[in-house]
């Protein structure tokens, strides 16, 4: 049987292909320390795993779920917007819950774009908003990240090209791979830019919560939702990675739209998940703040790995990852993490797979307890 042609335009996510080499090598008996994919260690809380327990035996439990989520869901999300960003919006028409935010791209996608439209995508940035554009058959152009620009665009030179036919704009703030956020006058920058080209603006923001002291949603902007979307994800927040939990925010016209997509994709979303993602969400303050004191000294041990290795990198970026340059003569990225995992059994994320402007760098996953990172100091 001969596949679509739409497969021609993806390639297999690196993840996948690379972790299938490291599962062999741990088969071989290596001693692998993974570094580099960030998947929460760490269990939800109590509340969480006892409100899922007892959600199993409800009357309904276990039938077909609305496209929309629970009421009381959608209500747990906006209170949460309200209280943590300062953001009001209306959880009958303006949220739609999602089984993890990475669906989210798919279903905005396909609500968007038709075929050769473009989308401005972050390089650096999540390989995936490439990919889905590709199969959905709209056309990937790139925007540069830089350090120098402190992983920012430059919308002015942006501004010069044409975007005649640009439809979709992803960026990521907290900014994934580099842990660069943003500050609000630059947000504001980025919904004027959008609304003056007529571009949907997509912000993925699933790292306000990881080692970060000022969490910020774009929709905290005025006037943001005309032009804006946000999706966020309990996944890092509240070490909920496989429970598939995510969110899109946005207009009631922005949202119908996707919904009229995701609700010809799924079922809805099991009914114990959807009540386990309600406890999460009225976590209190101490959750956060063990979260914080967990990665903070993750980050210091890591920080120290990353000096043994001559790397170079941004003490004040948040998120669960250290984004590290390689020190001169270092050579590239994907030959330099593959001698570390065949020198010293560690395996750390090449920059090259977020884009080509992370040539140079290397990307640490801060989901490796403490012992893990100093056997991986010790055996340098």
């Not at 490291?22 to 008996?29: D, F, K, M, T």
């Amino acid at each position: 049987m001969v596949t679509a042609d739409r497969l021609n335009s993806v390639q297999e996510y690196y993840f996948s292909k690379k972790l299938r080499e490291v599962r062999g090598l741990i088969a071989q008996g290596k001693p692998i320390i993974n570094m580099g994919i960030g998947s929460p260690d760490l269990a939800p809380s109590p509340q969480v795993l006892e409100t899922l327990r007892d959600s199993i035996i409800e009357a309904g439990a276990h039938q077909y779920q609305s496209y929309q989520g629970l009421p009381q869901l959608r209500e747990a999300i906006a209170d949460f917007y309200q209280q943590k960003f300062a953001v009001s919006v209306d959880p009958s028409t303006e949220i739609l819950p999602l089984m993890g935010s990475k669906e989210g791209i798919m279903h905005i996608s396909m609500a968007f774009l038709n075929e050769g439209d473009e989308v401005l995508l972050p390089n650096p940035g999540y390989p995936t908003y490439a990919s889905v554009t590709n199969l959905v058959g709209g056309k990937a152009v790139n925007y540069d990240l830089k350090a120098e620009n402190g992983w920012f665009p430059d919308l002015e030179e942006l501004s010069k090209k044409d975007l005649s036919k640009v439809k979709l704009m992803w960026i990521s703030y907290p900014h994934m791979p580099t842990g660069a956020t943003a500050t609000k006058e630059q947000l504001e920058s980025l919904v004027n830019f959008a609304k003056a080209n007529g571009i949907l603006l997509v912000n993925d923001n699933p790292y306000s919560f990881v080692l970060s002291s000022n969490p910020t949603s774009i929709l905290s902007i005025a006037g943001a939702k005309i032009c804006t979307l946000e999706l966020n994800s309990l996944s890092k927040t509240f070490n909920m990675a496989g429970w598939r939990v995510g969110m899109v925010l946005g207009s009631s016209e922005h949202i119908n739209a996707v919904l009229k997509v995701k609700s010809n994709m799924d079922s809805g979303m099991f009914y114990g998940i959807q009540k386990g993602a309600i406890a999460a969400l009225q976590s209190g303050p101490e959750w956060f703040e063990a979260l914080g004191e967990v990665y903070t000294k993750r980050r210091e041990s890591m920080f120290k790995l990353a000096d043994k290795l001559g790397c170079t990198y941004d003490k004040n970026a948040v998120g669960m990852f250290v984004w590290c340059k390689l020190p001169e003569g270092a050579g590239p990225s994907e030959e330099f993490i593959d001698e570390v995992l065949y020198d010293k059994d560690i395996f750390i994320a090449p920059g090259t797979i977020f884009g080509s402007n992370g040539e140079g760098y290397i990307r640490f996953s801060l989901c490796v307890n403490e012992e893990k990172i100093k056997e991986a100091i010790e055996r340098f």
